[in-house]
T-cell receptor
Framework: DAKTTQPPSMDCAEGRAANLPCNHS???????VYWYRQIHSQGPQYIIH???NNETNEMASLIITEDRKSSTLILPHATLRDTAVYYC?????????????FGTGTKLQVIP | EAGVTQFPSHSVIEKGQTVTLRCDPI?????LYWYRRVMGKEIKFLLH????????ESGMPNNRFLAERTGGTYSTLKVQPAELEDSGVYFC????????????????FGPGTRLTVT
């Protein structure tokens, strides 16, 4: 799986959009970009994933650059409950038998 | 629908003792995974069951760790004998098996078991 690079920490004001960047310059054509988060004392939680098109769900939006070498996770209106470590992961999808390889992630602090 | 549950939530044992962690996946999920985070490190994959069979156990650290999933439902992870470096949080996750040609279904994680070896 391709490696990813994320800033170690970020702050965001409550109610504002949180934009979390991720670089994955060695991503291959059949690898997907996944985002997970881990809120303190809880298990990791899946957020969103995409291949090359931008994606949106009830939690967040995922913007992937045209060359697929980087992406941005957007939390449109951050709340205090969004304070967590966010992991950008690149992985293959081949029949669902894919372990998740976590990196160090970005610690997002939402400030009141 | 109940999520992935893990028991116990916390366990404190002495070095050399045995501990068994339990994971109950979401009903109907054939895939069950174990992960752990030791102090200050990243979350690491341990192994993956498909039903009762071990699909991938490449992350198991050594033979002091034994995972089972008899009957393809709940799973146990036994550490015997426990060492100080086994302290950490052990997570279990489960997912459905996707249909041919579809994307994998996502993994749902449990809250974890915090293991402290003293």
């Amino acid at each position: 799986d391709a490696k990813t690079t994320q800033p170690p920490s970020m702050d965001c004001a409550e109610g504002r959009a949180a934009n979390l960047p991720c670089n994955h310059s060695t991503i291959s054509g059949n690898e997907y970009v996944y985002w997970y988060r881990q809120i303190h004392s809880q298990g990791p939680q899946y957020i969103i994933h995409g291949l090359k098109n931008n994606e949106t769900n009830e939690m967040a939006s995922l913007i992937i650059t045209e060359d697929r070498k980087s992406s941005t996770l957007i939390l449109p209106h951050a709340t205090l409950r969004d304070t967590a470590v966010y992991y950008c992961i690149v992985r293959l999808d081949s029949g669902g038998y894919q372990k998740v390889t976590f990196g160090t992630g970005t610690k997002l602090q939402v400030i009141p | 629908e109940a999520g992935v549950t893990q028991f116990p939530s916390h366990s404190v044992i002495e070095k050399g003792q045995t501990v068994t962690l339990r994971c109950d996946p979401i009903s109907g999920h054939d895939n069950l995974y174990w992960y752990r985070r030791v102090m200050g490190k990243e979350i690491k994959f341990l192994l993956h069951f498909v039903k009762e069979s071990k699909q991938d156990e490449s992350g198991m650290p050594n033979n002091r760790f034994l995972a089972e999933r008899t009957g393809g439902t709940y799973s146990t992870l036994k550490v015997q004998p426990a060492e100080l470096e086994d302290s950490g949080v052990y997570f279990c996750a489960s997912s459905q098996t996707p249909h041919t040609g579809s994307l994998s279904y996502e993994q749902y994680f449990g809250p974890g078991t915090r293991l402290t070896v003293t």
